[in-house]
């Protein structure tokens, strides 16, 4: 059973607009959450990860929402640019474990 | 620096054949694993490995060996492909310092067809 999901497959914004990226999971023992940015071609690569025991963190035009009593997370990307392009995966461990939970994936297109 | 290295990047085989995917990272990691990436499924963790010499299984074993002799280097072995197998293959590694939570770096992957 999927214990991390992320409903939307597809994603199109316009350029300078917000982005949303919206992921929910099924396991209260997560207590870490990663958001990887997949280009075609090629490995995942860490974007942004957020700990239980906060409900936002920063860096740059990226931000992680962290609402624990829903089990969910979302990703925020301001202003997004084309290059932003590519397939975002959500993941999530426990903190006495380095086995990660993925996502399906949301594609985000970003029209110039 | 190379950070995770898969080899080959692409591979085509016949049912029943077997075949080594290699995997070797530069940053003295620790935790190593496997995963295959298939449509609609997101990422799975076959087998992973906290160290040399340790290794167990994830969430979609079955069909794949795992061995850790060296802390560099953590090859996948198909015993007998099956088509079920045709799947994007993708080698992580991160450090495994006190359970610290940190982020898994990821090779470029391997594109396998079995026919």
């Known amino acids: 059973d999927q214990q991390v999901k992320q409903n939307s497959p597809s994603l199109s914004v316009q350029e300078g607009r917000i982005s949303i990226l919206n992921c929910d999971y099924t396991n209260s023992m997560f207590d870490y959450f990663l958001w990887y940015k997949k280009y075609p071609a090629e490995g995942p690569t860490f974007l942004i990860s957020?700990?239980?025991?906060?409900d936002k963190n920063e860096d740059g035009r990226f931000t992680v929402f962290l609402n624990k009593s829903a089990k969910h997370l979302s990703l925020h990307i301001v202003p997004s640019q084309p290059g932003d392009s590519a397939v975002y995966f959500c993941?999530?461990?426990?903190?006495?474990?380095?086995?990660?939970?993925f996502g399906t994936g949301t594609s985000l297109t970003v029209i110039p | 620096n190379a950070g995770v290295t898969q080899t080959p990047k692409f591979q085509v085989l016949k049912t029943g054949q077997s075949m080594t995917l290699q995997c070797a990272q530069d940053?003295?990691?620790?935790?190593m694993s496997w995963y295959r990436q298939d449509p609609g499924m997101g990422l799975r963790l076959i087998h992973y490995s906290v160290g040399a010499g340790i290794t167990d299984q994830g969430e979609v074993p079955n069909g794949y060996n795992v061995s850790r002799s060296t802390t560099e280097d953590f090859p996948l072995r198909l015993l007998s492909a099956a088509p079920s197998q045709t799947s994007v293959y993708f080698c992580a590694s991160n450090p495994d310092r006190d359970n610290q939570n940190t982020e898994a770096f990821f090779g470029q992957g391997t594109r396998l067809t079995v026919v």
């Open positions: 993941a999530a461990k426990r903190y006495t474990g380095n086995q990660f939970y």
């Open positions: 940053m003295n990691h620790e935790y």
């Open positions: 957020i700990s239980s025991i906060k």
